[in-house]
């Protein structure tokens, strides 16, 4: 099955995309994360990413569109994969097409712009695996480290407040018009992302299921 999950900054892409992955066995696949380890990395590439990362604007699309070219035609995507954060844009989302990989579902998380705060200013992510955490709605066991790999888990920059307004404003501007492509497909399914994890993962894992 080859699944996107849609949303705000924060709307919770990244969490509930971790548990479709253990329930259904297949990867994740954020480009966010893989962004930030080039970023870390200091690679070419992510040279490149830092400022609009930073800056909280969106990568330019050949340059994200080529990094999930490479990462689906690896072999633990031959039995799908769900996408977190990618696409953002329209023509990330044709590009999808182009390389002709069929969609099943979109998920669009569903999540008012007056939450989103709260959520980034507590967002934890493990600067080893990536895995996400919230110090109040979904703290790990040990404070500042992370349950799966026991990385430590950190702030991103890119939750400051300032960054995080423009964000939204991106998002709302670039990556809400994709609800409306996918819906006239036939694929999205919208998600209420409002309450606690557990509550939303047993709505998404619905919404896939059904
Ligand atoms: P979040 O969903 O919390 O905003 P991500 O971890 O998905 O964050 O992405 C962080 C940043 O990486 C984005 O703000 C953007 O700059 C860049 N990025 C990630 N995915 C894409 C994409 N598909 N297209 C363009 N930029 C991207
Ligand atoms: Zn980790």
Do not use: W
Request: negative net charge; proline residues 4%; charged residues 30%.
């Amino acid at each position: 099955m080859n699944l996107i999950l849609l949303g705000a900054p924060g709307a919770g892409k990244g969490t509930q995309a971790e548990v479709i992955s253990d329930k259904l066995g297949i990867p994740q696949i954020s480009t966010g994360n893989i962004l930030r380890e080039a970023v870390k990395n200091g690679t070419d590439m992510g040279v490149k990413a830092k400022g609009f990362m930073e800056s909280g604007a969106l990568v330019p699309d050949e340059v994200v569109i080529g990094i999930l070219k490479d990462r689906i035609a690896e072999d633990d995507c031959k039995n799908g994969f769900i996408l977190d954060g990618f696409p953002r844009t329209v023509p990330q989302a044709e590009a999808l097409e182009t390389m002709g990989v069929n969609i099943d579902k979109v998920i669009s998380l569903e999540v008012a712009d007056e939450t989103i705060q709260g959520r980034l200013s507590g967002r934890r992510v493990c600067e080893k695996c990536g895995a996400s955490y919230h110090v109040e709605f979904n703290p790990p066991k040990t404070e500042g480290i992370c349950d799966k790999c026991g990385g430590n888990a950190v702030q991103r920059k890119d939750d400051a407040p300032e960054t995080v307004i423009e964000r939204l404003r991106t998002y709302h501007e670039q990556t809400a018009p994709l609800a409306d492509f996918y819906d006239k497909k036939g694929k999205l399914v919208k998600v209420q992302g409002q309450d606690e994890v557990k509550a939303t993962s047993e709505l998404v894992l619905k919404a896939v299921n059904a």
